[in-house]
């Protein structure tokens, strides 16, 4: 276990993984390996970068404007903005982002299982970008974005339910056989 008091200003190995808390902002590289747990109570700032190599777990207290690079499965828990850039692993990353959503998301290599919830605001322009890398499966949970209202992706079936009232529908296409 690593504990910071203050800012981290200067780079932090963990090859075995371990716990690693950071009073403060992180402004330098972090590398853990194997199961890793990083808690950060203020910002991952522009020239920082965490880098991770086994499951991981983060959590960021303020911004996120940095860098962070898995490998395999992740976790990321970010208080507020996210304007970075996020690469993320196999088999499975999970995000929350509890402000607005500027940054990127790409895969590392080929894109697997993502999730990712934004409280605030995530343009359409930005979650294009992350269904441009064809995912497995990307499921997003959006507060506020400018994407035209409605369900995604439409298709033959869709179920909309709001305020205990819900709407079904069911389209059926047939075609006709010649009688004989």
């Not at 276990?1 to 330098?28: F, S, T």
């Not at 976790?75 to 500027?102: A, C, Q």
């Not at 294009?128 to 409605?150: E, L, W």
């Not at 298709?155 to 305020?163: A, E, G, K, L």
Request: hydrophobic share 35%; glycine share 12%; aromatic share 8%.
């Amino acid at each position: 276990m690593m504990v910071i008091e203050g800012d981290c200003n200067e780079n932090l190995e963990a090859d075995e993984g371990g716990l690693i808390h950071i009073y403060g902002n992180l402004n330098a590289t972090i590398e853990v390996r194997g199961i890793s747990e990083i808690i950060i109570t203020g910002d991952l700032g522009p020239q920082a970068e965490i880098r991770a190599v086994g499951i991981c777990r983060i959590f960021i207290g303020g911004r996120f404007t940095g860098r962070l690079h898995s490998v395999d499965s992740l976790k990321v828990w970010i208080e507020s903005d996210f304007d970075g850039i996020l690469k993320t692993g196999t088999p499975h990353t999970d995000i929350y982002v509890g402000g607005n959503f500027h940054g990127e998301i790409l895969p590392d290599e080929k894109g697997a299982l993502l999730g990712l919830t934004v409280v605030g605001f995530a343009s359409q322009h930005s979650l294009n970008r992350i269904k441009d890398y064809n995912y497995t499966q990307f499921h997003a949970s959006i507060g506020i974005s400018d994407v035209a209202p409605g369900l995604y992706p439409q298709t033959d079936y869709y179920r909309r339910i709001s305020n205990r009232n819900s709407y079904n529908r069911w389209c059926v296409r047939t075609e006709r056989q010649p009688v004989e």
